[in-house]
């Protein structure tokens, strides 16, 4: 790292990367996507997805973690959002370092087009992860559950159609609670959230009849109050 001079004496610029806990559900469960480290620190072990900001190159944070995201995972268009900065002498290494961490959610269909390698982990119980990675982990799984019980952000691991059903199991996957049908669904009708497709229809194995499909309305809702 290169010193530099100010008024308050030397001193070294830090490292400056962003980390994303990209999560997704496998099996109804909460998963945080992983990739092996190419290089040292730690080579070969599974790590959030993340990388140096490139200032030459990236015009903020978000174009870094899209740049990212396309580079490790093979992956584009998947919905981030900022989750805070982690920072201090002691989580890297390499000396002294701040990276800015993002969530970002996608369904489950879309790793299927993702880049090999990548490992999935139950974000509860990621394994013992580098850097402080679980501490970054466990901050955004802490956040979607608290913003999922109040916003339309749980729909971000659907399909772009899903039925209510398929809504409810996610939210109650995410959140980690049971829910009564009939208020989430009272809930989800209140706010307009959503649009049902006009004549599309999925059939599933635990209901009878076709289930309605819907879309998202917008792209995050907030609730007036906790589901």
Same mark, same amino acid.
């Given at each position: 790292m290169t010193a530099?001079?100010?008024?308050?004496?030397?001193?070294?610029? &830090? /490292?400056? %990367?962003?980390?994303?806990? =990209?999560? %997704? =559900?496998?099996e109804g469960h909460l998963s945080v996507v992983l990739a092996p480290r190419a290089i040292d620190p730690f080579k070969g @072990? &599974? *790590?959030?997805? #993340?990388?140096y900001v490139r200032v030459n190159s990236d015009a903020d944070a978000d174009a870094t973690v899209a740049r990212v995201l396309s580079e490790k995972a093979k992956l584009k268009e998947v919905y981030v959002e900022q989750l805070r900065t982690f920072?201090?002498? @002691?989580?890297?290494?390499? #000396?002294?370092? *701040?990276? /800015?961490a993002y969530i *970002?959610?996608?369904?489950? !269909?879309?790793? !299927?087009?993702?880049?090999?390698g990548l490992v999935l982990k139950p974000a509860d119980n990621p394994g013992n992860l580098p850097f402080d990675h679980n501490a970054i982990v466990g901050a955004a799984r802490d956040r979607l559950r608290t913003k999922g019980?109040?916003?339309? =952000? &749980?729909?971000?691991l659907l399909p772009p159609t899903f039925t209510l059903p398929e809504m409810q199991q996610v939210y109650e996957a995410v959140i #980690? +609670?049971?829910?009564?049908?009939?208020?989430?669904?009272? @809930? /989800?009708? +209140?706010?307009? *959230?959503? +649009?049902p497709i006009p004549g +599309? %229809?999925?059939?599933?194995? %635990?209901?009878?009849?076709?289930?309605q499909l819907y879309r998202l309305a917008a792209p995050i809702t907030l609730f007036d109050k906790r589901l």
């Open positions: 530099r001079t100010s008024s308050d004496g030397d001193f070294d610029r &830090p /490292i400056l %990367t962003v980390d994303v806990v =990209l999560m %997704t =559900l496998l @072990k &599974p *790590a959030l997805l #993340g990388g920072s201090g002498r @002691k989580r890297d290494p390499r #000396g002294w370092s *701040a990276s /800015i *970002a959610l996608l369904p489950l !269909e879309r790793l !299927e087009q993702a880049a090999a019980a109040y916003s339309t =952000l &749980p729909a971000r #980690g +609670e049971r829910l009564d049908q009939s208020s989430f669904r009272r @809930k /989800i009708a +209140e706010l307009g *959230a959503l +649009e +599309e %229809t999925r059939r599933s194995v %635990t209901v009878r009849r076709p289930a």
